[in-house]
């Protein structure tokens, strides 16, 4: 559907196009000094505005007023999309936007409005779907002009400012002469939008089966690069989800060529330069095909959720690497963007000095002066020679193969190694602290939070480091105090800001930290703000038409959305029904199980023809098609049992325990003085319960 109107869009708007480029994003820049204009941004605390706060185009916020101010006017509006972290949106700003003769055009003919794509996912999910529509393709800036009905016209991306200054022209010109044809026009991408946000229900459950998963994976695999891994390509991007997704599935089905698929792709990504190999911490992706330069921004929800997918691996590959990836990650977190209350901010910039990657590379000179002695080693590691010069004569860090096979070809002792390492790390951190520091977006996301709860618990899970849980229940008793109340979530915390309402991705994705937080420390407090949670989503978000779930509650946008398929953050329907198989396994609840396999079917089809997009559903379909346990333990020393049980790989498998007695299914009536037993079930049906977990682990191999 979306190729059909693409190609009729094309027809019209030939002239248009012409001046349409596509550029990935990476950052942009701090604040600026020279004051001479100041717009309504001013009064914003987002990074992003207020970088444009001071532009001679007169900005203004996302707002209904601005639209009705639009049809007051009878003035087109204009609506640019970008986020704080981003290259191209830096680069149009500073050549157009900051252009007094753009401006002028700009402020003459439209109402200007500009999107921080963080704060209002939901804005940006609609005109990034009617840019696809009209292009066939999108990126950020974002920039649409729609009709002061909020029916968009044109859509584009980066443009210089000469072919800026030429679409404002012609599409004012379309509008003044011709406007029966801009509302024609206007009215079929709207009508696409809305066409792209149906799902058709279906009650036939006969599609959920072993073969739509396998014919799932099968059609993916041509896609897979088995040398560098991720998919094939020229820019790869590190898609948690996917990975996953993936190892559960190679485990359960004992698929060794997918197994090995994620362990190449594992490895390559903690080798390779969208590693931060000394402070930490995964930039944003790889702009080529072997994982060795990247865009430089660093966002939390691309580590928060590769702590999830490196500690998971750890239990199945046992590599140490992936340890020490997940311990290096949090310390990068801690240091660079832990809010002194308890939150984590939402990205570092990629460019400081108005150079990307400036903070992160290095020239020769400059590491043989900081090394000394131990530069021609350090050299040899990290690929320092002439063939892999970046850009201005530096070097991004990469590696190529293990640390096993390297300290035996240079003859080194595992001691010494580590020696050498802590060396090098400790040299090259002091003298980067000496730049300049790109800057920290500060906004506080509390879907992306969410989702790096899991990471620590999963780090937990996996390590045993107290630690770690610690920093899950901290952001979790940050979040409640700061983004909660009896209304409902927050979408972003920052002291002094608007208030945002949640959007649906916050309430899924907290709900199922929450869960996981409550299958871990076992406090029915956890479980219990799950519920609540989706109860309130399923108030708010609830789509009778498609029985799936809207992404925002409100009506001011031009079509509804519902966001089914996977980015880079897992689908929030895909989530939602996650935690309806969880709920429904945890109380016994067959309409909550029944809700989330009914969501399910009608994504099947999706998910065969395209499971990169679909993971987060496929694992569902994992835990639908093949066997699915309840580990329940019940007694004083439950808590020390589930941790025994969390350290093991065990994919569709919901362990819980009570250390009290409980009226929960899974636990009434097995409260004993006596001792702590080990309870494994299959839909309810359990087996004569046990008291280690090696007795568990065997009735669970035998089931």
């Given at each position: 559907?979306?190729?059909?109107?693409y190609?009729?869009?094309s027809?019209?708007?030939?002239?248009?196009?012409?001046?349409?480029?596509?550029?990935?994003?990476?950052?942009?820049?701090?604040?600026?000094?020279?004051?001479?204009?100041?717009?309504?941004?001013?009064?914003?605390?987002?990074?992003?505005?207020?970088?444009?706060?001071?532009?001679?185009?007169?900005?203004?916020?996302?707002?209904?007023?601005?639209?009705?101010?639009a049809?007051?006017?009878?003035?087109?509006?204009?609506?640019?999309?970008?986020?704080?972290?981003?290259?191209?949106?830096?680069?149009m700003?500073?050549?157009?936007?900051?252009?007094?003769?753009?401006?002028?055009?700009?402020?003459?003919?439209?109402?200007?409005?500009?999107?921080?794509?963080?704060?209002?996912?939901?804005?940006?999910?609609?005109y990034?779907?009617?840019?696809?529509?009209?292009?066939?393709?999108?990126?950020?800036?974002?920039?649409?002009?729609?009709?002061?009905?909020?029916?968009?016209?044109?859509?584009?991306?980066?443009?210089?400012?000469?072919?800026?200054?030429?679409?404002?022209?012609?599409?004012?010109?379309?509008?003044?002469?011709?406007?029966?044809?801009?509302?024609?026009y206007?009215?079929?991408?709207?009508?696409?939008i809305?066409?792209?946000?149906?799902?058709?229900?279906?009650?036939d459950?006969?599609?959920l089966?072993?073969?739509?998963?396998?014919?799932?994976?099968?059609t993916?695999?041509?896609?897979?690069?088995?040398?560098?891994?991720?998919?094939?390509?020229?820019q790869?991007?590190?898609?948690?989800?996917?990975?996953?997704f993936?190892?559960?599935?190679?485990?359960?089905?004992e698929?060794?060529?997918?197994?090995?698929?994620?362990?190449?792709?594992?490895?390559?990504?903690?080798?390779?330069?969208?590693y931060?190999?000394?402070?930490?911490?995964?930039?944003?992706?790889?702009?080529?095909?072997?994982?060795?330069?990247?865009?430089?921004?660093?966002?939390?929800?691309?580590?928060?959720?590769?702590?999830?997918?490196?500690?998971?691996?750890?239990?199945?590959?046992?590599e140490?690497?992936?340890?020490?990836?997940?311990?290096?990650?949090?310390?990068?977190?801690?240091?660079?963007?832990?809010?002194?209350?308890?939150?984590?901010?939402?990205?570092?910039?990629?460019?400081?000095?108005g150079?990307?990657?400036?903070?992160?590379?290095?020239?020769?000179e400059?590491?043989?002066?900081?090394?000394?002695?131990?530069?021609?080693?350090?050299?040899?590691?990290?690929?320092?020679?002439?063939?892999?010069?970046?850009?201005?004569?530096?070097?991004?860090?990469?590696?190529?193969?293990?640390?096993?096979?390297?300290?035996?070809?240079?003859?080194?002792?595992s001691?010494?190694?580590?020696d050498?390492?802590?060396?090098?790390?400790?040299?090259?951190l002091a003298a980067?602290?000496?730049?300049?520091?790109?800057?920290?977006?500060?906004k506080i996301?509390?879907?992306?939070?969410?989702?790096?709860?899991?990471?620590?618990?999963?780090?937990?899970?996996?390590?045993?480091?107290?630690?770690?849980?610690?920093?899950?229940?901290?952001?979790?008793?940050?979040?409640?105090?700061?983004?909660?109340?009896k209304?409902g979530?927050?979408?972003?915390?920052?002291?002094?800001?608007?208030?945002?309402?949640?959007?649906?991705e916050d309430?899924?994705?907290?709900?199922n930290?929450?869960?996981?937080?409550?299958?871990?420390?076992l406090?029915?407090?956890y479980?219990?703000?799950?519920?609540?949670?989706?109860?309130?989503?399923?108030?708010?978000?609830a789509?009778?038409?498609?029985?799936?779930?809207?992404?925002?509650?409100?009506?001011?946008?031009?079509?509804?959305?519902?966001?089914?398929?996977?980015?880079?953050?897992?689908?929030?329907?895909?989530?939602?029904?996650?935690?309806?198989?969880?709920l429904g396994?945890?109380?016994?609840?067959?309409?909550?199980?029944?809700?989330a396999?009914?969501?399910?079917?009608?994504?099947?089809?999706?998910?065969?023809?395209?499971?990169?997009?679909?993971?987060?559903?496929?694992?569902?379909?994992?835990?639908?098609?093949?066997?699915?346990?309840?580990?329940?333990?019940?007694?004083?020393?439950?808590?020390?049992l589930?941790?025994?049980?969390?350290?093991?790989?065990?994919?569709?498998?919901?362990?819980?325990?009570?250390?009290?007695?409980?009226?929960?299914p899974?636990?009434k009536?097995?409260?004993?003085?006596?001792?702590?037993?080990?309870?494994?079930?299959q839909?309810?049906?359990?087996?004569?319960?046990?008291?280690t977990?090696e007795?568990?682990?065997?009735?669970?191999n035998?089931?």
């Amino acid at each position: 559907m979306m190729r059909r109107l693409y190609l009729g869009f094309s027809c019209i708007n030939l002239f248009i196009m012409s001046a349409m480029l596509l550029f990935s994003c990476a950052d942009i820049k701090g604040q600026k000094s020279d004051h001479k204009y100041t717009n309504d941004l001013i009064d914003e605390t987002s990074p992003y505005l207020l970088q444009h706060a001071h532009n001679p185009v007169n900005w203004r916020p996302w707002s209904p007023e601005a639209l009705e101010d639009a049809k007051k006017e009878n003035k087109l509006v204009l609506v640019s999309v970008g986020y704080s972290s981003c290259h191209w949106c830096h680069v149009m700003e500073e050549e157009t936007f900051e252009d007094e003769e753009v401006a002028k055009l700009m402020n003459e003919n439209f109402i200007n409005i500009k999107v921080d794509r963080e704060e209002r996912p939901d804005v940006d999910h609609v005109y990034m779907t009617a840019l696809q529509l009209i292009k066939g393709n999108g990126g950020w800036p974002l920039n649409v002009i729609t009709l002061p009905n909020g029916k968009p016209i044109y859509g584009g991306t980066y443009h210089t400012k000469e072919q800026w200054k030429k679409v404002l022209s012609e599409i004012s010109k379309l509008y003044t002469e011709n406007p029966e044809k801009a509302n024609e026009y206007a009215d079929m991408v709207a009508q696409g939008i809305q066409e792209v946000n149906l799902v058709q229900p279906v009650t036939d459950l006969d599609g959920l089966n072993q073969d739509a998963l396998k014919e799932s994976v099968g059609t993916w695999k041509a896609n897979w690069d088995f040398e560098w891994g991720g998919n094939k390509g020229v820019q790869k991007f590190m898609i948690p989800v996917n990975l996953d997704f993936l190892l559960d599935y190679a485990v359960l089905t004992e698929d060794e060529e997918s197994k090995g698929f994620v362990k190449t792709t594992l490895d390559r990504i903690a080798w390779g330069g969208v590693y931060d190999h000394i402070a930490g911490g995964f930039y944003r992706y790889s702009t080529d095909s072997q994982w060795k330069v990247p865009h430089f921004e660093k966002m939390l929800y691309d580590n928060a959720q590769l702590l999830s997918l490196y500690s998971k691996a750890y239990k199945v590959f046992d590599e140490p690497m992936y340890k020490k990836v997940v311990e290096e990650t949090i310390a990068f977190l801690d240091r660079e963007m832990k809010n002194p209350e308890g939150g984590y901010y939402a990205a570092i910039d990629a460019d400081s000095e108005g150079e990307e990657g400036k903070y992160y590379v290095w020239t020769e000179e400059e590491l043989k002066t900081i090394l000394g002695d131990d530069f021609e080693l350090f050299a040899k590691y990290f690929n320092i020679k002439p063939s892999n010069i970046w850009e201005n004569d530096t070097y991004v860090l990469f590696r190529t193969n293990g640390d096993e096979d390297f300290i035996k070809e240079n003859n080194i002792s595992s001691e010494a190694w580590e020696d050498y390492q802590e060396v090098w790390r400790a040299k090259i951190l002091a003298a980067r602290k000496k730049r300049i520091r790109p800057n920290t977006d500060d906004k506080i996301i509390t879907s992306w939070n969410a989702l790096l709860i899991n990471g620590f618990v999963d780090a937990y899970n996996t390590f045993g480091d107290s630690s770690y849980l610690d920093r899950a229940e901290e952001v979790f008793g940050f979040l409640k105090k700061n983004s909660y109340s009896k209304s409902g979530l927050l979408h972003t915390y920052k002291k002094g800001s608007r208030k945002k309402d949640g959007f649906l991705e916050d309430y899924a994705f907290l709900a199922n930290a929450c869960l996981n937080l409550y299958s871990t420390v076992l406090h029915p407090s956890y479980l219990d703000f799950a519920k609540n949670l989706h109860e309130t989503a399923t108030t708010k978000f609830a789509d009778e038409e498609s029985g799936m779930y809207t992404f925002n509650s409100s009506k001011e946008l031009i079509s509804k959305i519902i966001k089914t398929d996977d980015g880079v953050l897992p689908s929030p329907n895909a989530m939602m029904a996650e935690n309806l198989l969880l709920l429904g396994h945890i109380d016994y609840n067959k309409d909550a199980t029944l809700k989330a396999r009914t969501m399910l079917s009608a994504i099947v089809p999706a998910l065969v023809e395209s499971a990169y997009n679909y993971s987060k559903w496929n694992s569902l379909l994992l835990k639908t098609t093949y066997p699915y346990y309840e580990i329940a333990v019940v007694g004083s020393d439950a808590p020390n049992l589930v941790s025994e049980l969390q350290k093991k790989h065990l994919p569709n498998t919901l362990i819980v325990g009570s250390s009290s007695k409980s009226e929960l299914p899974l636990f009434k009536g097995r409260y004993s003085d006596d001792g702590t037993y080990i309870y494994v079930c299959q839909d309810h049906t359990c087996k004569l319960p046990v008291a280690t977990t090696e007795e568990a682990m065997e009735q669970l191999n035998n089931f």
